[in-house]
């Protein structure tokens, strides 16, 4: 079994219409690979999509926010320099 993710990395042809287009990513910490890659990781180190911003809901995009329903601020991605919104606060 292959998760989305994971096809839509293999498989260049999934990936051909959204070619030179802008996409986001809405992902949450579970939101990983078969071989455990976050998604918003594996999507930024492909060639050939524009990744302009990410999403992510309660306890953040990579599950480092608080749980005790305190808003979270949007912020930049301090490794792939996207904003990352939050859909929490």
């Given at each position: 079994?292959?998760?989305?993710?994971?096809?839509?990395?293999?498989?260049r042809a999934l990936r051909k219409p959204l070619a030179g287009?802008?996409?986001a990513l809405l992902a949450h910490p579970a939101s990983v690979t078969r071989d455990l890659v976050h998604?918003?990781?594996a999507l930024a180190a492909l060639g050939d999509l524009e990744?302009?911003?990410?999403?992510?809901?309660q306890h953040?995009?990579?599950?480092d926010k608080q749980d005790n329903m305190i808003e979270s601020p949007d912020f930049t991605d301090p490794v792939h320099?996207?904003?990352v919104f939050s859909l929490y606060g």
């Open positions: 079994m292959l998760f989305g993710i994971d096809r839509l990395l293999e498989d287009r802008r996409v998604s918003l990781d990744l302009v911003a990410a999403f992510g809901p953040g995009l990579r599950g320099h996207i904003p």
